[in-house]
Every structure is written in structure tokens, then in C-alpha cells.
């Protein structure tokens, strides 16, 4: 396949279902900000090691700069701007911002993904598991005290509400 024939991507971001023409070499990270402008996501350092651009795909924490756009035909790809619902934000969102979890913010939306990915497989994580699952994260101003505090009321939060219901 030469470089200028494109391949056909069709996935749902956000609940929305998405049809686009893709370079064969673009990543989701380009899909998401450069044809859907969606640029909650963040490119940091372009080879998976930062996190900035985490999103799930199908509820699986991954590093959009590392997935071919091609590969994500027919998945559910959430990001940071699919968390809000009728103006509430996501117990994790609120959490950062109630704990001062979040300081430039360019590594928030990662860590948030990868917090609400750890947050849909355990109720209620240990911060031992919350480090570890922040572990792809870089951030390089808040000394990520603040961020496991967060997770953990955020999970905390999320455990009541469901016990509630």
C-alpha cells in the first residue's frame, strides 16, 4: 500500500460513532486532535513514555500516541472529554481539582484516564495499586501526593454512590 491511499476508520469516541479517513501511519492521538478536535488529549513526548495521551479503548487504559488510528476500528475509545456528563464531572475530575491534584494540567487528562481505568477494575484500590497504575504518568510539578489522595477520595466517593443507589 503506498503512503497516499488512506484507510477507512470508524469508531465510537464519547458515545459518538466516528467515520474518517485515515493515513495508514496516523496514530489515535492525530485522529483524536487533528480530524475530531478533541484536544483534551495531549501529545507530550510522542513514543508512549509520558502518558499525556492516555484514553481507554474499550475501557483499557492505552497511550494514544502508541495506537495505529487503523487499529481502533469498530473500538469505543473514551477520552477526557467524554467523562463529563450533564455538567457533572467525573468523581476523579472533581477529586483532582478538591485536592489540588492538578497544577499545569498538561498531565491531568492522562492521569485521569488512567485513573478512571483503575477505578472501572477496582473499586476501591490501595495506594500502592493507585501508584502503580499511574506509574506511565510523568508529572513533573505536583510530586503526585496530591494525585493518589485524589484517586483515593475519588474512589471513595464513587464506592458511596454506588452503595447508595
Do not use: W
Not at 70 to 96: C, F, K, M, S, Y
Not at 124 to 136: M, V, Y
Amino acid at each position: 500500500m503506498s503512503s497516499s491511499q488512506k484507510v477507512v476508520v470508524t469508531c465510537r469516541v464519547n458515545g459518538e460513532d466516528h467515520t474518517v479517513l485515515a493515513d495508514p501511519r496516523d496514530t489515535l492521538l492525530e485522529l483524536l486532535r487533528d480530524r475530531l478536535e478533541m484536544t483534551g488529549t495531549k501529545e507530550g513526548c510522542g513514543n508512549g513514555n509520558c502518558g499525556s495521551c492516555t484514553v481507554l479503548a474499550d475501557g483499557v487504559a492505552v497511550c494514544a500516541c502508541l495506537v495505529l488510528a487503523g487499529e481502533t476500528d469498530g473500538l469505543e475509545i473514551t477520552t477526557v472529554e467524554g467523562l463529563t456528563a450533564n455538567g457533572t464531572r467525573h468523581p476523579v475530575q472533581q477529586a483532582l481539582i478538591e485536592h489540588g491534584g492538578t497544577q499545569c494540567g498538561f498531565c491531568t487528562p492522562g492521569i485521569i484516564m488512567s485513573a478512571v481505568a483503575l477505578l472501572n477494575e477496582k473499586s476501591k484500590p490501595t495506594d500502592a495499586e493507585i501508584r502503580h497504575a499511574i506509574a506511565g504518568n510523568i508529572c513533573r510539578c505536583t510530586g503526585y501526593e496530591k494525585i493518589v489522595r485524589a484517586i483515593s477520595s475519588a474512589a471513595e466517593t464513587s464506592a458511596t454512590a454506588r452503595a447508595e443507589v
